[in-house]
């Protein structure tokens, strides 16, 4: 006769395994679910509201747009909203996974600048919902269009910023050079622009945390945990 004992028990260390492992699978599906927000709230909403983040828009025609598609717009800025909270809590979590490497250093300081940049993003589109009149005419000279100004700038340059120093973090572990390398020279080259005084569109900027996300989908990430 052949006795069965109790089903056999994953060890602590298969079971501690078993979470990283989810944990690494969620935080690349917050960045990626956030990337693709942004990106659908610009590309999905041009036909109806123009290219306003694509393009500089005749002051003339915000106005007119805004007033017959108000509800497209005020959607557009919820949906740069989730998708900027999103990649900022991906970005939380991808420190918590760093806590254990070399790169913890640069991640923290990561996440300090996302906040920032979160922040400053969601001042924006409160601005743009609430007052987007007055925050895109410039010849309004109201002091919500100044203050969003300013907000756009540390905006994406606290983006940038995070974004980079995540970079610099995955090349100080054990994760493809061409990670970090990627993240950190397209951050770099948004940056320049930034200094040029050129305005760009925020799916250029999180368009690298798509890049991140899918990085950490993969059997490597999953398997080695980058470090």
Do not use: D, E, K, S
């Given at each position: 006769m052949i006795i069965l004992g109790p089903p056999s028990q994953l060890s602590p260390i298969e079971v501690a395994r078993q979470a990283g492992r989810q944990f690494i699978r969620t935080t690349g599906k917050y960045l990626i679910a956030g990337s693709l927000c942004c990106w659908l709230s610009i590309l999905a909403l041009v036909p109806v509201l123009g290219d306003f983040y694509l393009a500089v828009v005749p002051p003339s025609q915000y106005a007119a747009t805004i007033v017959d598609h108000?509800?497209?717009?005020?959607?557009?800025?919820?949906?740069?909203?989730?998708?900027?909270?999103?990649?900022?809590?991906?970005?939380?979590?991808?420190?918590?996974?760093?806590?254990?490497?070399?790169?913890?250093?640069?991640?923290?300081?990561?996440?300090?600048?996302?906040?920032?940049?979160a922040i400053s993003w969601v001042i924006i589109f409160c601005m743009l919902i609430f007052f987007p009149i007055e925050s895109l005419m410039p010849d309004t000279n109201h002091w919500l269009l100044q203050l969003q100004s300013y907000c756009w700038f540390c905006a994406t340059l606290f983006s940038l910023l995070s974004i980079l120093l995540i970079g610099i973090a995955f090349l100080r572990v054990n994760a493809p050079v061409a990670v970090g390398a990627s993240t950190i020279l397209l951050s770099l080259v948004l940056l320049v622009i930034l200094n040029l005084g050129v305005i760009f569109s925020p799916i250029f900027i999180y368009t690298i945390p798509l890049i991140i996300g899918a990085y950490l989908l993969t059997p490597r990430a999953i398997r080695d945990k980058a470090y």
């Open positions: 108000y509800l497209a717009w005020i959607l557009q800025q919820i949906l740069l909203g989730a998708g900027v909270l999103l990649v900022t809590l991906g970005v939380a979590r991808l420190a918590r996974w760093f806590l254990p490497t070399r790169g913890r250093i640069f991640t923290n300081l990561g996440v300090i600048a996302g906040l920032v940049a």
